[in-house]
């Protein structure tokens, strides 16, 4: 049997980790994460990390994986995700790969060519310009410098932004240059699900899940990392809010609710982002319909 990979893939919060532990564990095998969040040992309740019973029940690989020191790129989870794979298939046939960070998934799939390593007196540059100025400013600074990205990138997402400007001030060239021309070809066969719900289901979803986040301790968990709120990963959303919270900039209640607007647009760029790739197959979040498709 050729060695496969079975991608999950959606919005946030549409249920994707209870299916992949389900169809990891009926498989007998071990998922990778395709999280640009998860990763990062000093985020959990915000970041909403499968729970630890999950956690034992089947191995992840790039959960915990980092720290919010690192600064982590796609080229960079491809090479950690090919790693894991080529572990997985010395005693599987077939492994998971689950999440909602849509350039991790095509780097794995596709491949990028590497990105010269930026300075670090630019990225801290542009993210104190970002801090002082807003998103006006890093949405100009794309527009003029970086036109491509500004047309096609995620023009939503400061992380991705900020990575998109300073890469184009560093190395003179888009971001999305470096994206492989040509396809690399993977020695194993990949097979892609996408899950989705009615979009109201999906956002009542959210909103719930945002609450049951403030309940579980998010506040406390943003309030322990507010000594390194200028760093690149914690720009992002359900921190960034309760850290203007934390400033005095809003109220909690304005800040709640921006987390649960601001998800619920991510959740919809999610799918236009995944709805483009014709080779993703759709389903509803349930394990039961998704083993009825997979032909192994």
Aim: aromatic letters at 8%.
């Amino acid at each position: 049997m050729p060695k496969t990979c079975i991608i999950i893939s959606g919005p946030t919060a549409v249920g994707k980790t209870s299916v992949a532990v389900e169809l990891a564990s009926h498989l007998d095998t071990e998922i990778i994460s395709a999280d640009s969040r998860q990763c990062y040992k000093e985020l959990n309740i915000g970041v909403a990390k499968p729970e630890e019973v999950d956690l034992q029940k089947v191995k992840h690989h790039f959960i915990s994986s980092h720290s919010i020191h690192e600064s982590i790129t796609a080229v960079e989870f491809e090479k950690y995700a090919l790693n894991a794979i080529e572990t997985i298939f010395e005693n599987n046939d077939v492994a998971v790969l689950v999440g909602g960070t849509g350039l991790y998934i095509k780097a794995f799939c596709s491949g990028f060519d590497p990105i010269p390593p930026v300075a670090a007196e630019i990225r801290n540059s542009i993210i104190q310009q970002y801090e002082l100025l807003g998103m006006d400013w890093l949405t100009e600074s794309l527009i003029q410098k970086d036109t491509d990205f500004a047309k096609t990138g995620e023009m939503k997402n400061p992380q991705r932004m900020m990575r998109a400007l300073e890469v184009i001030e560093s190395t003179g060239k888009s971001i999305l240059s470096f994206q492989s021309q040509q396809k690399k070809i993977r020695n194993f066969n990949i097979v892609k699900f996408g899950l989705e719900l009615p979009r109201q289901e999906l956002y009542d979803r959210i909103n719930l899940r945002v609450d049951l986040m403030m309940e579980s301790g998010l506040l406390k968990e943003v309030e322990s990392l507010l000594p390194h709120h200028k760093l690149n990963a914690l720009q992002t959303v359900g921190y960034k809010e309760l850290f203007d919270f934390v400033n005095g900039h809003k109220t909690l209640d304005e800040a709640v609710n921006l987390i649960k607007q601001n998800s619920r647009h991510y959740a919809k760029r999610q799918m236009t982002w995944f709805k483009k790739d014709e080779s993703i197959s759709w389903i509803e979040p349930d394990v039961k319909t998704l083993l009825s498709k997979i032909q192994l």
